[in-house]
């Protein structure tokens, strides 16, 4: 293959651009004219490296509660008392036998107020793996057991999504550093790890883009990148694409977070989705993922002082209680579903470093205005070591996590291509945990969208000086280098 010079001096720019924008972050959407939120929206939130999920649904009484301390002696949280687990009662009052971590006040409130659904024993039904590596692929991919089917099964769902009109500015987006597995393939997503970071603004300042006292006829890298980005080359379009996206961005009014907000990264980026969402940009699915729940050691409890864990169950529940409580004050939240899991949960039994090690099974949990809460879903099988005993002493996965994301495409999404996003599995049935999108669409609050116009992106004049031009190219290709 050959490129002549112009060629050569294009691909330049589109590698700068791409660098300046974090390389494989960068990912395409369309211009930014807003869209109306008439669909749902489902944000995927992944706990990486196996959460321990009997220390945040807690066993509190019964049989259960006795295996628990046994298996727990040191790393059990108590059953009541000032840290002791918040009990989740049904909506007529009566216990189920279980709670939540005390740090989890959060996520009591929106199982209290019927907005938050707990799938128990959840996992990978077919396909038993104590590596995360393995575990987290086969679940980004959707197909447990296979890891070479090139696409996610994010992308799959966005790429056979019903009803998409082409006016959706933002169909898809991983909120992250790196483009996430589960987009894979997908041409309409856009990755960024956070809007005031997603710009071109590497090199010069001055030579960014055109701004007050500028000379006359100057036009910075990001005005001339968009204007040689005119071809139909395959460079080209995804060049203009780039484009775009960057525009969508840089055209909506994103904020710091409000007064009370939680802080820290991961409530950050909660923030980011719950204005993408708010902006009505035609949003349909979202991913992020929160790290840091390998507890192998010094996992911590519940009390004063400093524990561990206690302050990860702490972090994700104040910052999923403020993407809720934002989103049902602006009228969204019913049209928006929360799928929270793991790629595995830990062992029973705690080992002698104060952790817990890989284990299997773990409650998958599923938060939006149209879930069926305050309900437990699937099936438990107890903590009797008889019971545990032919799973290696692990709690046992009985229900295939593509179930739970199954039914909320088919009910939610409106996305029964099932075979395709979830290839190999078969037989589906719903558990009832979301309602049908139909059940509870109502017409949407009036939301502004007036888009944020910037001086230096209103019809700037095109490099016509081919010295400045090629001077701007040199400076391209050294940044490159």
């Given at each position: 293959m050959t490129l002549t010079r112009r060629e050569f001096l294009k691909g330049t720019c589109a590698t700068a651009a791409a660098g300046a924008v974090g390389g494989p972050a960068l990912l395409f959407a369309d211009s930014a004219i807003a869209a109306p939120n008439g669909h749902d929206t489902v944000v995927h939130l992944f706990l990486r490296g196996g959460l321990d999920g009997l220390n945040l649904v807690v066993p509190i009484d019964g049989a259960d509660r006795g295996f628990y301390e046994q298996a727990r002696p040191n790393l059990a949280i108590a059953a009541t008392g000032a840290y002791g687990a918040l009990p989740l009662t049904l909506a007529s009052g009566a216990g189920t036998g279980f709670g939540l971590h005390p740090s989890a006040s959060g996520l009591r409130d929106l199982w209290n107020a019927g907005h938050l659904g707990i799938v128990h024993a959840c996992g990978l039904l077919t396909s038993v793996t104590r590596s995360h590596f393995d575990a987290q692929l086969y679940i980004d991919l959707g197909t447990p057991g296979q890891q070479g089917?090139?696409?996610?099964?994010?992308?799959?769902?966005?790429?056979?999504?019903?009803?998409?009109?082409?006016?959706?500015?933002?169909?898809?987006?991983?909120?992250?550093?790196?483009?996430?597995?589960?987009?894979?393939?997908?041409?309409?997503?856009?990755?960024?790890?956070?809007?005031?970071?997603?710009?071109?603004?590497?090199?010069?300042?001055?030579?960014?883009?055109?701004?007050?006292?500028?000379?006359?006829?100057?036009?910075?890298?990001?005005?001339?990148?968009?204007?040689?980005?005119?071809?139909?080359?395959?460079?080209?379009?995804?060049?203009?694409?780039?484009?775009?996206?960057?525009?969508?961005?840089?055209?909506?009014?994103?904020?710091?977070?409000?007064?009370?907000?939680?802080?820290?990264?991961?409530?950050?980026?909660?923030?980011?989705?719950?204005?993408?969402?708010?902006?009505?940009?035609?949003?349909?699915?979202?991913?992020?993922?929160?790290?840091?729940?390998?507890?192998?050691?010094?996992?911590?409890?519940?009390?004063?002082?400093?524990?561990?864990?206690?302050?990860?169950?702490?972090?994700?529940?104040?910052?999923?209680?403020?993407?809720?409580?934002?989103?049902?004050?602006?009228?969204?939240?019913?049209?928006?579903?929360?799928?929270?899991?793991?790629?595995?949960?830990?062992?029973?039994?705690?080992?002698?470093?104060?952790?817990?090690?890989?284990?299997?099974?773990?409650?998958?949990?599923?938060?939006?205005?149209?879930?069926?809460?305050?309900?437990?879903?699937?099936?438990?099988?107890?903590?009797?070591?008889?019971?545990?005993?032919?799973?290696?002493?692990?709690?046992?996965?009985?229900?295939?996590?593509?179930?739970?994301?199954?039914?909320?495409?088919?009910?939610?999404?409106?996305?029964?291509?099932?075979?395709?996003?979830?290839p190999g599995y078969s037989g589906y049935a719903p558990l009832g945990i979301v309602r049908d999108f139909g059940a509870v669409a109502k017409p949407m609050p009036g939301i502004s969208t007036e888009l944020r116009a910037r001086s230096a992106m209103a019809a700037q004049p095109r490099v016509e000086d081919p010295d400045l031009l090629e001077r701007l190219m040199r400076y391209m290709r050294e940044l490159v280098d």
């Open positions: 089917i090139g696409s996610g099964w994010l992308a799959r769902a966005m790429n056979t999504q019903p009803n998409l009109n082409g006016a959706e500015k933002l169909p898809a987006l991983g909120v992250g550093a790196r483009q996430p597995v589960g987009l894979l393939a997908s041409v309409q997503a856009l990755t960024m790890a956070s809007p005031s970071d997603f710009a071109l603004n590497a090199g010069a300042w001055s030579w960014q883009t055109v701004r007050a006292g500028a000379p006359t006829g100057f036009a910075g890298v990001n005005e001339t990148l968009a204007a040689l980005w005119n071809g139909s080359t395959a460079l080209e379009l995804g060049g203009q694409r780039a484009d775009r996206a960057l525009k969508v961005i840089a055209q909506q009014t994103y904020s710091a977070p409000p007064t009370g907000w939680p802080t820290g990264a991961f409530a950050q980026q909660m923030w980011t989705i719950a204005q993408s969402i708010q902006f009505n940009l035609g949003l349909h699915y979202a991913t992020l993922d929160l790290g840091g729940w390998d507890t192998h050691d010094g996992q911590g409890t519940a009390g004063s002082g400093y524990h561990y864990y206690q302050n990860k169950i702490a972090e994700l529940s104040q910052a999923l209680s403020a993407f809720y409580a934002a989103l049902d004050a602006s009228g969204h939240a019913g049209r928006v579903t929360v799928v929270v899991q793991s790629e595995f949960g830990r062992r029973v039994r705690a080992n002698a470093n104060g952790g817990t090690d890989h284990g299997y099974g773990n409650p998958v949990l599923v938060l939006g205005g149209a879930v069926n809460g305050r309900r437990f879903y699937g099936s438990w099988s107890g903590l009797d070591p008889e019971i545990l005993s032919p799973h290696f002493g692990d709690v046992p996965v009985t229900t295939d996590h593509r179930r739970v994301l199954s039914e909320i495409l088919v009910k939610r999404m409106g996305n029964a291509n099932l075979s395709t996003v979830f």
